[in-house]
């Protein structure tokens, strides 16, 4: 199956979850585009080296995203583990490690600003003519909020969180 992802044609064997999350992403049937590079994954060796994973479903979708990040170095590009939210026709990246609030704090943009999603989990930057973009992937989160779009990058901030402790104010946005 081919897919066009952050402006590249990726070959690529995929079922289940990547292949539902990937399916915005698919080249029309009948289109013979010249194919940028193939991502490979071996879902079995996925989930023997990494335990934590559920099953073979999720190893998969992990691999064919590493397999895809690992090859973006070549076209000058990255992926970046954040939740992307376009704006006022920028891209507005908001890394952290799992668990400290990207999604949240993209929902509020959506929310308060109007914002709309580009990638929730891994999106792709690139560097095209000298102007970095982002653009949405398959590698989409749990809730699969992404789409096929190249937005020019306005921003990446990196979340943290702190812990409050008694007299800290609380701000609830």
Request: glycine share 10%; charged share 20%.
């Amino acid at each position: 199956m081919l897919y066009r992802i952050a402006g590249l044609t990726v070959s690529m064997t995929a079922g289940g979850r990547t292949a539902r999350q990937g399916a915005v992403y698919t080249v029309p049937a009948g289109a013979r585009p010249e194919i940028d590079f193939t991502v490979a994954c071996d879902p079995t060796r996925v989930l023997a080296a990494n335990p934590s994973l559920e099953n073979l479903d999720d190893a998969e979708y992990v691999g064919t995203g590493s397999s895809f990040a690992a090859r973006l170095p070549d076209y000058d590009g990255l992926q970046l583990h954040a939740s992307a939210v376009e704006l006022d026709g920028r891209a507005y990246l908001f890394s952290a490690p799992s668990g400290t609030g990207k999604s949240t704090h993209t929902h509020k943009w959506e929310r308060l600003f109007g914002a709309a999603y580009i990638n929730d989990d891994k999106p792709a930057l690139l560097r095209l003519a000298g102007t970095w973009y982002a653009f949405g992937t398959p590698g989409s989160g749990k809730e699969d909020l992404s789409r096929p779009c190249q937005v020019p990058l306005g921003g990446v901030a990196y979340l943290a969180k702190e812990t409050m402790t008694a007299g800290d104010a609380h701000v609830d946005w």
